[in-house]
């Protein structure tokens, strides 16, 4: 399953969390999730906290791939 991350962040801040929840356990059955794009900007702690929670869902599950444009020095100053 492919996923942009901008399309992901919209998914995590909805306000439903019933269908975060049912989207997670869906993420947690999936052998392979691809992240496209991943923080082409700041990103918000509700944010970190929901790709925590679906990385824990994935666990010992499936691959999780995830891609940046970015290069290793800017990726640093967006995720701090």
Partial sequence: MFFRMN??????ETKDKSALARFTD???RIRLVIID??????????????LNEIADARYGI???????????????????
């Fill in 37 to 50: 794009d991943y923080i082409l900007t700041k990103i918000s702690d509700s944010v970190v906290a929901g």
């Fill in 7 to 12: 399309e992901l962040m919209v998914l995590i």
């Fill in 26 to 28: 869906k993420l947690g």
């Fill in 62 to 80: 499936g691959s999780t791939i995830i891609t940046s444009q970015l290069k290793k020095k800017a990726l640093k100053s967006v995720i701090d």
